[in-house]
């Protein structure tokens, strides 16, 4: 690690202020991923700035409905609010089942929606790495990619988001709130994260020096039923082979509202908008569910090496949504 | 190395106060382990993977080894050190001991932190991955001392007597 200035941030303001003019700073909040990487030399900040005190550590209902949560909500405070283990059981569910508890109770909302890839190349400097250091190449294609993208990818990087929460917060149209030298500024989470196209280096679309504050979900539509389902290769503390967000809205048999994320198959959070399309206004159905799947999964492009991803996360949508509508049937 | 790279900090830990000048690199784990000879939490992987850091911070159970000291001023710290002593052990300690909870021990205080701070969550009625029903309080069983222990690896494989010490100590 080089050395480094150390600012604990005073106020939303006083963050912005420090980090303008200085591209060599970061925000430091829960530190789980990002001190890790100043070990691995994967960042080299010469100026950290602690948000992780300041006072964004509410979770508000607005008058809409809407309910805003604050950037410093810890992830195991948020998974635990009665509110959003009533309204919301698939962000819950998904909070829960990222990390293990000791983590949970250090990373931070916005960290977590900020947290990198966990590509064993991108953590590993010996090896190149486009996301990394620009222009250098793709150590993962031709590589172990039993954790990397099937959907969305390009030959520059193949690495994928590692967040649950980000997939939850993708189905529930989640929006972005954060502030920078022009003042307060929304962005939908669903073009928050970006897909690698020829610039893998930025993961997200937030402007350089914003913090975010908060994040606002929209209330669930009525009658939603909602949930999370994690495929990993160990049953606790291990990032998603695939993942499924699903809400869905099932009115005398027909669903009238559905709205999927994945995880573990993209750069991003990947909504699955076909998906969607392909089940509204159909009987819920296993039968419907299955074609939605394909539907989804027909623009898959696996790697060599994981293409058993396309499959499986076809088989983890129709199982998320027959848990979600089989009722006492399972 | 210039003095901005420096901070003063105040903090306690297992009771006693401290203020230190430390170099912003330094972890949270090294100023306990490297500074002041606190020696309970266990540098194992030293990226957030194993648990053998796990301390009590501001009393809940977090990792050591992924926090700078810096950003740590101002924090109550309690280890396995400081949940007891030797005359009378804490009862999840005590527990382990009972129960052989452990081979090596390397693991140990680690485990003995994130089984007070996960008993205290329970107590508070947060949920785990593997709790079926969000909107009740959740019930102490073998399958949730395993999920919200997943963060603690031990190598020896002590896992069945950790698994009967927690079971114990939360009667």
Redesign the interface.
């Known amino acids: 690690m080089i050395p480094f200035e150390y600012h604990r941030a005073s106020s939303v303001d006083d963050a912005v202020t420090a980090v303008a003019d200085r591209p060599d700073a970061v925000f430091l909040a829960g530190g789980t991923n990002l001190v890790d990487h100043m070990k691995l030399g994967v960042v080299e900040p010469g100026l950290v700035v602690d948000v992780g005190h300041l006072p964004l550590t509410d979770v508000d209902h607005l008058d809409d409905g809407t309910l805003r949560v604050g950037a410093e909500v810890r992830n195991s405070d948020l998974a635990a609010h009665p509110v959003i283990r009533s309204r919301y059981p698939v962000l819950t569910r998904a909070l829960l089942s990222g990390a293990s508890g000791q983590l949970r109770n250090l990373a931070t909302t916005a960290g977590n929606l900020l947290q990198r890839t966990r590509c064993v190349y991108f953590q590993d400097l010996t090896t190149s790495c486009n996301k990394r250091v620009p222009d250098t190449g793709c150590s993962a294609v031709g590589g172990y990619v039993r954790y990397h993208a099937i959907l969305g990818s390009s030959p520059h990087c193949v690495a994928v988001h590692p967040s649950d929460m980000a997939v939850a917060m993708s189905a529930l149209d989640a929006r972005v709130v954060y502030v920078d030298s022009d003042g307060e500024h929304r962005m939908p989470l669903n073009d928050f994260h970006r897909l690698p196209g020829d610039t893998p280096d930025r993961d997200t679309n937030l402007p350089p020096g914003a913090l975010i504050t908060a994040v606002e979900i929209p209330p669930p539509p009525d009658g939603a039923r909602s949930t999370y389902r994690k495929v990993r290769d160990r049953a606790s503390y291990a990032f998603a082979l695939s993942s499924v967000a699903a809400e869905i809205v099932v009115d005398a048999g027909t669903v009238t509202s559905a709205r999927i994320a994945l995880g573990g198959v993209a750069h991003k959070p990947w909504r699955a908008q076909r998906a969607e399309d392909s089940l509204r206004g159909q009987p819920a159905t296993e039968d419907t569910f299955r074609g939605a799947a394909d539907d989804e999964m027909a623009q898959a492009q696996p790697l060599e090496g994981n293409e058993f991803k396309v499959e499986l996360t076809k088989r983890t949508i129709v199982a998320t949504l027959v848990s979600l509508t089989g009722g006492d049937r399972r | ?2 003095s ?2 420096f ?1 003063e900090i105040s903090l306690r830990v297992d009771g006693k106060p401290h203020d230190l000048c430390v ?3 330094t ?1 949270l784990l090294d100023l306990l382990r490297e500074h002041l000879a606190v020696t309970a939490p266990k540098k194992g992987c ?3 993977q194993c ?1 053998s850091c ?1 301390v009590l911070i501001n009393g ?4 050591t080894c ?3 000291a ?2 740590h ?1 101002g924090a109550e710290i309690v280890t396995a050190a400081g949940l007891g002593d030797t005359d009378s052990l804490h009862p999840v300690a005590q527990a382990f001991v009972d129960h052989d909870g452990f081979q090596c021990g390397y693991c140990t205080p680690g485990q003995i932190c ?1 089984a007070v ?2 008993l205290d ?1 329970l107590k ?6 593997v ?1 079926e029903d ?2 009740t309080a959740p019930e102490l069983n073998d399958a949730e001392i ?7 690896l031990c190598r020896c494989a002590a896992y069945p007597n950790i698994l009967a010490a927690i079971n114990e100590a939360a009667k």
Do not use: I
């Open positions: 190395m210039e901005a790279h901070t170099d912003n690199r972890t030293d990226h957030g648990g796990t809940r159970r977090a990792t992924l926090g700078l810096v950003a001023d994130s701070g996960m969550e508070a009625g947060a949920p785990s991955h709790t969000l909107e395993r999920e919200r222990m997943s963060g603690n």
